[in-house]
């Protein structure tokens, strides 16, 4: 019996149900056979994607790392470069899908980058390479995504390869946005556009696309616009089953409404069969807060922030930020209803009213009055704040200064002619 037919004889007998670490053995003897003739390669390759299943499913990140690392001598005896980059982005793929292991992959990428470089494998080197510059993103080196990425664009460019060039540039609005230079952000998103118009996108990076959008958009206060978006990526990214990104979309959908101040939309939602399977702390966390702003309740906001703060923090780029301009507002928004009816009103007053230090109020009662939110004037030796009275428009009186400019006009138009007509009779 041939070599490749007793090997197929072992994967045809594996029962992954019965015995699922036996069914690992037999698959990882399979792929560590000497033989690799181009028959048996194509039974080692059944025995990768079916060991690479496993480990995925199993949530065996390190497993699959080593597969991976594994079978890079096995790759180099496939003629075709397809086959050989669609195996190692398979795995690569399903080891990205398990939280927690960018560091390894991003020590995975660099080592299948220099294999790629020995056995002249360029279009799966920017494959990975790309992949790369998104974990970087990830761990929060800018620089070192930002770098690798201006790399890979002007390769790419040359190559003239659309798809890849609107992933990369995604990538690369994705690292400006975080390190908060929006016009560059919204550059490359613009490029994705355009790019995007000409090509087939898949529905995955479509989703992605359009999580972008909107987070562009919610930057640029847009926040109607930017919900229409993210509902596009919440469809997008659930119907394709994966949940974690669309529960992400879900946030950002109830944190536009919120930002409207439209928060019984935002309940409503919440409450809908649509977020029925996305319950939990995520969705708990914008139901506090949107209730607090319903209310206006400042404390409500601070004990929402308080228990929710890992959901928060943990996404620093967006939700974090709009949740802390809305704070802001709202903080300023019971400034406002607090001091209103007084002419002169002490500063601890205000603090106690509020629940928050008097130190805290003051410096934001100045930031409001110097960006004339609030017109008045600090009294610190007093410790109270001195509210202007509004003066009243007097439309009579802007009626009168606009008359006496325009007379004003008139008399010098006659002064000029009077001047032209002596020069005349001195000249006769």
Sequence with gaps: MKIEEELQLLLDGVDEKKSLGGAIKTYEQIIAHQDNSEEVIKVKEKAIYNLASIFSEKKL??????????????????????????????????????????????????KITEW????????????????????????????????????????????????????????????????HNIPKSKASLT??????????????????????????????????????YFYESFEGFNSLGEYNLAEKALKYMLMSKIMKKLTNDALNIINSQLSLKYQGRNLECMREIAKAVKEQNLLAFERAKETYAEEIESDANVLQVHISNLYDTLLEDNLKKIIEPYSEVQIDFIAKQIGLPMQSIQQKLSEMILDEKIEGTLDQGRGCLTMFEEVEDNKAFDHTIEIFEKLSHVIDAFYDKTKQVKKLSQSL
Aim: hydrophobic letters at 40%; proline letters at 3%.
């Design 116 to 179: 790629c470089d020995e056995n002249k494998r360029t279009f799966l080197k920017h494959r990975i390479q790309t992949k790369l510059s998104e974990l970087l993103f990830k761990q929060q080196r800018f620089a070192d995504s930002l770098k690798l990425l201006d790399v890979l664009l002007h390769e790419i460019k040359k190559l003239d390869d659309k798809n890849m060039l609107v992933e990369l540039q995604l990538i690369e609005s994705q690292v400006y946005h975080a390190l």
């Design 191 to 228: 490029s994705v556009k355009t790019a995007s118009t000409s090509i087939y996108i898949v529905p995955n990076l479509q989703a992605q696309i359009d999580m972008q959008s909107g987070v562009i958009s919610a930057e640029e206060k847009d926040f109607n616009t930017a919900y229409s």
């Design 61 to 110: 990140a390190d497993e699959l790392i080593t597969l991976l690392e594994n079978i890079l001598p096995i790759l180099k005896e496939i003629p075709q470069k397809s086959k050989t980059a669609k195996i190692v982005r398979t795995i690569f793929d399903f080891t990205t899908k398990i939280p927690g292991n960018e560091t390894k992959l991003i020590e995975l990428c660099e």
